[in-house]
């Protein structure tokens, strides 16, 4: 397969190296933090320390942004190196340097900007931790945003599984941040876990790499793809894109491992905001943007992606409609989120799947934490049946307000950002030449209605209609010195906080409003160039930062599908393409928007009468049952790989101490014994058994001697 | 030389000092002698020339001994070895120290074995001497049975008999095949000669079915001490009985022999045989990554996790070794030092807890983040080692240990063609996965979650020494140098790689032509002559 256009090839440039700052800096950062929490700081130290130096590295970016020329490899020091020949398979380089090109710096954008916005939320969020958590959690996000610059910036995939594996630590140390909960332990074991059943894929395609290229450096390995790659259909090539999804899948959370991330949800808000929705979650479409022309040799392993990408939207969002939980609507609606991402990759549009991964992340971050500030408000309340017209309290109306742009950017109403990210994606399937491609993006359509659904039932339910709220099981709970909201509540003295008029909701403050509203109006402006520029042309800015780096449209399967695409004008619905998307498109989003309406604000009623009615019929009961279970996919896990494993390793260790040290290493030493016991009548002590035995082994002697006489007369 | 010496023998001397001291100074006498090894050895590594060069390895000729049998005291030290002996040095004072409260019954006998224990590893890594190397290993049998036997758990004296009885029924082997090497070489020459350099270049010039048995041979008494699947039962019960030093100095510098015993002996004496049996060792050790993981997960008592987890890891160690090519050896040797390590420092964080609450039972006792933040912050930093998280050192062994695995392939575009190939590491790295729910679930237990004490104030009472609820200033010390060092070569590898490299590559020499000509041999030789020309074509 030929290459239309080359990979840009970089330069070496160390003048560079104040980039590596952004690296340097979380990670100092995180060290201060560690020597707060061994000091037992009891103000918000960590806090200005992780803000600082986050905001710093968010600068720096943005400066590197402005001088950015080209893609440039800025090395910094030598990390594993060694070579034991001139050949060209005769080395194992992974340094410490940086790959910087349009696509890093895209991402970096909104990693450290977002990173830092958060901090600033959680700075007020989690006081509640001050003097026995507040220190370490800031050590995480530290950890988290270090590993995750190392993740996006390093130049060779060694570090880039540095950051992959850091980002899990990370994950791991906040999801299990309040520890003494063995829920949330548990959700921390299970994610970390997870995540490295992926790991094991990326490490092995990245050892595959190392075994057919020689190398393990971007740039070296571009290089050889811009030389023609390889084209060959070698076994072990082909693997290599699949290796590295199973890593991408583990991380981003996509069929068949993505059970760990609505439990992630354990964790505190702003880590679900930052970590299990806007950045390290999207590690895994960056790593296939960023390895684009392996899987562009291999059109089925980019056909994978997009199905993998399409069914984990469709059965993410089916979950999410079911499930009550705030946090875990969203959690779902992130995996779904993620699938239209992969999809968007599998049909070849890594634009748009970058894309969607930028509007993702702002307008996903902003409903966590605006979730994240109702749940601060009321107690851990998050049940969205509990819950109901926060509108109408003051000091709440910047929540609802910025919680309906969340929502209005995650159902993609039409013209907002998240619109014309998803309908890039879509696009992109619908005009596919592949029938199945165009089966996922009417899917993706499909899934797109549902999307809407589920996010305006939040909304209806907990914004609008008629003011009614419980608190949370933390308003009751008298041993509350661990948690953070209740230590704030005015109420927490009040014995009878039961009824709704004792518990006195804790608005937010200005950190949160504050981001809530830079956010918000973030979400807005990241549409704008798309609103100013048809999306579809060139010359859009997130086009343009796509472009410029490996991960750009059309380097190999893709284009062929847009030359085709120019000729044969492909129609969707009988009319132009973009012209049947976009109504295709608002049809879904408003018609979704408006089901949520007639159900979860105009009578509250039909919905439980249609759950009801539908549980009562035999034929479709299993729909809601498997939804509000989340089709019993844990349960198969475990009953299927947990158990049997479980049940082996006893076996195994039975085996381990009975048969092998048993029967085997005693058995053995058992002989020696036996032996001697053969023996030891003869000597029992008494002197006639002693003169006996001498007798016996006289006559023995003799007998051997007379033998030997005997035969040598012969 | 005599900073060697001084090292090996200044804790013999310092034993003495205990032996005639009063009970009171034992444990700061102890203390002190091993610190004047570590500064010894480190003063000589300070020093050491060949730190970047192979070539140049210091003198190794020592005085004679028993001339007649060409047995003499020449000690000197190569990359590896001095890193190992270092590694080794470096651990003793820190056990010494770990053992203060712990032992607080037959001091001065305590005392004085550990630091035989410690000059007999020590010796056992700086030999050149094949029979000097013999006694070192065979001699830190000695203490540690007694170790063991008087200052274990509850089940001590069987556990101390079987380690003995069974670590030394291998070592019979081994010593057997010296002999024999050393007679081959009488045959060849007509003098006894023990040292091992002039070992080796007498046994691999000796044909290859002998070859295959000297290295079978010393394979199994190495393997036993490594210790490999089948033949490390010994290993979890004598962890698991060892008073915590005890069990720190067993995993980081005694099973280290094992590994070094392969990487000094069998692999270079033997090539003909490592390159015929490479494949047999591997299937074994991949066996031990996956069966010793399984078995961890099952496990409730904290110490024989970390015991059985080191069956695993040494697992990976001995197939990244048997890779035969720089990269495996490399990280091989690299995930010696690491396990050391990391290995160690999970022991003596686990013997802290052990201290205060009488019990390793996970079920019992757990949640300790919130008793323990300080001890809860080293022990996740050192499981997180374990795991090998990038950025820490067990990372560093274990991707070089997988990488060379990986490339051991018939077309050896790396110049070192071997037989073991993706699969093998696929398969080994299931390991890393397993790793990672045995220890988290060790964490989750132990460090996380509601606070579980048991009751026992009786123990507490029993206890001569009160400690402190969370770790004191001596453990914190104690800790704090292990951790540097997990993260310092985590971070900045790359001396110690460049260190190591020649000495891999010295050790791997004859390898190349070995498995070619093994692979050869075996693929019949049309199929051969085509790899060999596809390879040229490829060189050129």
């Known amino acids: 397969m030929t290459q239309l256009t080359s990979i840009p090839q970089a330069i070496i440039a160390p003048e560079l190296s104040w980039v590596g700052l952004a690296l340097l800096l979380p990670l100092l950062a995180a060290v201060a933090c560690a020597l707060c929490c061994a000091l037992r700081v009891k103000g918000k130290a960590a806090a200005i320390i992780t803000i600082l130096a986050l905001a710093a590295s968010f600068g720096i970016i943005v400066k590197a942004y402005f001088a950015y020329t080209g893609p440039v490899q800025v090395p910094i020091f030598q990390w594993i190196d060694f070579e034991w020949g001139a050949g060209q398979f005769q080395s194992f380089n992974a340094n410490c340097a940086l790959y910087i090109d349009t696509l890093t710096l895209f991402w970096m954008l909104f990693v450290t900007g977002l990173g830092t916005l958060i901090a600033i939320y959680a700075s007020e969020y989690m006081e509640g931790y001050c003097g026995s958590g507040y220190s370490r959690f800031f050590f995480g996000i530290c950890i988290f945003l270090f590993s995750m610059s190392a993740l996006v910036m390093g130049d060779n995939l060694i570090m880039l599984y540095l950051g992959w594996e850091g980002v899990g630590l990370a994950s791991y140390l906040l999801i299990g941040f309040d520890y003494a909960r063995p829920a949330a332990v548990a959700a921390g074991k299970k994610a970390f876990i997870m995540n490295r059943i992926g790991d094991l894929g990326l490490a092995l395609g990245i050892f595959m790499l190392w075994a057919n290229y020689g190398t393990l450096q971007y740039s070296e390995l571009f290089a050889a793809m811009n030389k023609g790659g390889q084209t060959s259909v070698d076994w072990d090539l082909s693997v290599i894109p699949f290796l590295l999804m199973l890593g991408a899948f583990g991380k981003s959370a996509q069929i068949p491992l993505f059970t760990w991330l609505p439990d992630a949800m354990e964790g505190p808000t702003p880590v679900s905001a930052l970590i299990h929705a806007a950045t390290m979650v999207t590690a895994g479409v960056y790593l296939i943007a960023r390895m684009y022309p392996f899987f562009e040799l291999h059109p089925e392993a980019l056909a994978t992606v997009a199905w993998v990408g399409g069914l984990t939207a469709l059965l993410a969002a089916t979950i999410g409609m079911a499930q009550y939980d705030i946090k875990r609507v969203f959690a779902y609606s992130t995996i779904s989120q993620l699938g239209y991402m992969f999809l968007g990759l599998g049909v070849g549009t890594s634009f748009g799947a970058c894309y969607h991964t930028l509007t993702h992340a702002f307008f996903k971050a902003l409903l966590f934490l605006t979730a994240g500030a109702i749940m601060h408000g009321f107690a851990g309340q998050l049940d969205l049946r509990k819950l109901s017209g926060l509108r109408h309290i003051p000091g709440w109306r910047i929540v609802s307000w910025t919680m309906l742009v969340g929502c209005l950017w995650l159902s993609a109403f039409p013209y907002t950002a998240a619109f014309f990210s998803k309908d890039a994606i879509l696009l992109q399937a619908l005009t596919s030449v592949r029938a199945d491609f165009r089966f996922l993006g009417w899917l993706g359509l499909f899934t797109a209605a549902l999307t809407a659904y589920y996010t305006f039932r939040v909304w209806f339910r907990v914004c609008a209609g008629p003011l009614h709220f419980e608190p949370g099981a933390e308003a009751h709970s008298e041993s509350h010195d661990h948690h953070a909201p209740s230590t704030h509540a005015a109420h927490t003295t009040a014995p009878a906080a039961k009824s709704d008029h004792s518990f006195h909701p804790h608005a937010p403050r200005w950190a949160i409003n504050g981001v809530l509203l830079i956010l918000a109006l973030g979400a807005v402006v990241v549409g704008v160039p798309a609103y100013n520029q048809a999306f579809a042309h060139k010359d859009n800015w997130a086009q343009q930062m796509i472009a410029g780096s490996s991960a750009m449209q059309g380097a190999g399967l893709a284009e062929d599908h847009g030359s085709q695409a120019s000729v044969e004008h492909p129609k969707v619905l009988g009319m132009d393409a973009h012209t049947g998307l976009t109504i295709v498109g608002c049809t879904a989003s408003i018609g979704g928007i408006l089901i949520a309406w007639y159900f979860h604000l105009g009578s509250r009623k039909s919905a439980d009468q249609l759950r009801a009615a539908l549980l009562r019929r035999w034929w479709i009961r299993w729909v809601p049952i498997c939804m509000e279970n989340k089709w019993y996919v844990d349960e198969i896990y475990h009953f299927c790989f947990r158990l049997p494993m479980w049940l082996g390793s006893q076996i195994l260790y039975f085996a381990d101490r009975h048969f092998l040290d048993g029967v085997m290493v005693d058995g053995l030493a058992k002989i020696p014994i036996a032996v001697g016991k053969l023996f030891r009548p003869l000597y029992g002590g008494a002197l006639q058994g002693y003169a006996s035995t001498m007798a016996g082994g006289i006559a023995l002697v003799v007998a051997w001697l007379s033998w030997i006489w005997l035969r040598g007369f012969n | ?540």
């Open chain 2, 1 to 540: 030389m005599l900073l060697i010496w001084t090292s090996i023998l200044f804790p013999i001397l310092a034993a003495f000092a205990v032996a005639i001291g009063p009970t009171k100074s034992a444990k700061w006498t102890a203390f002190a002698g091993t610190l004047v090894s570590l500064g010894a050895l480190t003063l000589f590594a300070w020093n050491f020339p060949a730190w970047h060069n192979a070539e140049h390895f210091p003198n190794t000729t020592g005085p004679s001994w028993i001339p007649q049998a060409g047995i003499t005291f020449s000690v000197g030290f190569d990359t590896v070895s001095l890193l190992l002996a270092l590694l080794s040095a470096f651990l003793m004072p820190l056990c010494i120290a770990g053992s203060f409260s712990s032992i607080t019954e037959r001091t001065k006998e305590y005392y004085g074995w550990f630091l035989v224990l410690g000059s007999s590893i020590i010796l056992a890594f700086a030999a050149r001497d094949a029979i000097l190397f013999y006694i070192g290993y065979e001699f830190t049998l000695v203490p540690m049975t007694l170790i063991i036997a008087i200052y274990g758990g509850t089940e001590r004296r069987v556990a101390a008999i079987k380690m003995f009885l069974y670590t030394f029924l291998g070592s019979m082997f081994m010593l057997a095949t010296l002999l024999y090497i050393g007679w081959e070489h009488r045959l060849a020459v007509g003098a006894w000669d023990f040292d091992i350099d002039t070992l080796t270049k007498t046994t691999i010039r000796l044909p290859s079915s002998t070859q295959y048995w000297i290295f079978a041979a010393l394979m199994v008494g190495f393997a036993v001490k490594v210790p490999l699947f089948p033949l490390h039962t010994w290993l979890p019960l004598a962890h698991d009985q060892a008073p915590t030093a005890g069990s720190v100095i067993l995993a980081s510098a005694m099973l280290k022999l094992g590994t070094y015993g392969n990487y000094r002996f069998a692999l270079p004496m033997a090539p003909a045989g490592g390159a015929e049996l490479m494949s047999v060792v591997a299937v074994l050790a991949i066996i031990a990554i996956i069966y010793a993981s399984l078995i961890c997960w099952v496990q409730t008592d904290a110490k024989k996790l970390v015991a059985y987890s080191s069956v695993a890891h040494l697992g990976l160690c001995m197939l990244g070794l048997f890779a035969l090519n720089p990269v495996g050896a490399e990280g091989a040797v690299f995930y010696m030092v690491n396990h050391g390590l990391s290995t160690g420092a999970l022991f003596l964080c686990i013997g802290m807890f052990y201290e205060r609450y009488h019990t390793k039972d996970t079920d019992v006792v757990g949640g300790l983040a919130k008793r323990m933040p300080i001890w809860a912050s080293f022990m996740v930093l050192f499981t997180m080692a374990s795991i090998g998280l990038p950025g820490l050192n067990g990372f560093i062994g274990e991707v070089l240990c997988l990488g060379g695995t990986f490339i051991s392939e018939h077309d050896g575009q790396s110049g070192y063609p071997g037989v073991l190939g993706p699969w093998y590491a696929i398969v080994a790295g299931l390991g890393l996965i397993f790793a990672a729910m045995y220890l988290l679930i060790l964490l989750g237990k132990l460090v996380w979650g509601p606070l579980r004490e048991p009751h026992d104030d009786a123990a507490h009472a029993s206890s001569a020494v009160r400690l402190s609820p969370d770790i004191n200033f001596r453990e914190i010390a104690i800790l704090t140098p292990l951790a540097i060092a997990c993260i310092w070569l985590g971070l900045q590898p790359k001396p110690m790689l460049d260190a190591i490299a020649p000495c891999a590559e010295r050790m791997l020499a004859n390898y190349p032509k070995e498995v070619e000509r093994l692979m050869a041999q075996s693929a019949g030789t049309p199929l051969a002559s085509l790899n060999n020309t596809t390879n040229e074509s490829s060189s050129e």
